[in-house]
């Protein structure tokens, strides 16, 4: 291989990571994981680009990879992005939890005990008051305050 052809085959490398990039930014839009397999295929003939070998072998590697990763990696990304997530944080967590009425709560003040933790609350309705030692149910949070409800 002439000095000219080994120095084309080198910058190759630069032109396949351009390549990689663009796709891992585009899936970052699209969430679909063909880009990203894609991107990461790209990244085959970079590696191979870097070590001086020639453009037909860079573009069967491309090849290979593209489809080992279509065939075999996004069938799996895609069941694990398409899975329910199994556990709930947060504010969310709570809500549904069973919750200790420290102070009165009405449809405008009260204090509730949430898994050791006090929280500002309310009624769920407009009408129910809850006397201090209830047990309740939390039905939502809204910011810092949890909307409740007597346990029957």
Do not use: C
């Not at 990039?21 to 994981?33: D, M, P, Q, S, Y």
């Not at 894609?38 to 970079?46: E, S, T």
Request: avoid cysteine; proline fraction near 5%.
């Amino acid at each position: 291989m002439t000095p000219e052809h080994r120095e084309a085959a080198l910058e190759l490398w630069l032109i396949w990571l351009i390549i990689a990039v663009v796709f891992g930014v585009a899936e970052i839009f699209t969430l679909t994981a063909a880009l990203g397999v894609l991107g990461a295929a790209a990244a085959v003939p970079a590696v191979i680009a870097a070590l001086g070998l020639p453009l037909p072998l860079q573009l069967a590697a491309f090849v290979v990879a593209s489809v080992a990763g279509v065939v075999l990696v996004r069938p799996i990304a895609l069941r694990h992005m398409s899975r329910p997530q199994l556990e709930r944080f947060g504010v969310d967590a709570l809500v549904g939890k069973r919750a200790f009425v420290v102070r009165e709560v009405s449809d405008r003040d009260g204090l509730v005990r949430i898994d050791g933790e006090e929280w500002s609350a309310r009624s769920f309705d407009d009408v129910t008051v809850i006397p201090e030692g209830a047990v309740v149910n939390v039905m939502r949070i809204s910011g810092t305050t949890a909307y409740v409800y007597p346990q029957e």
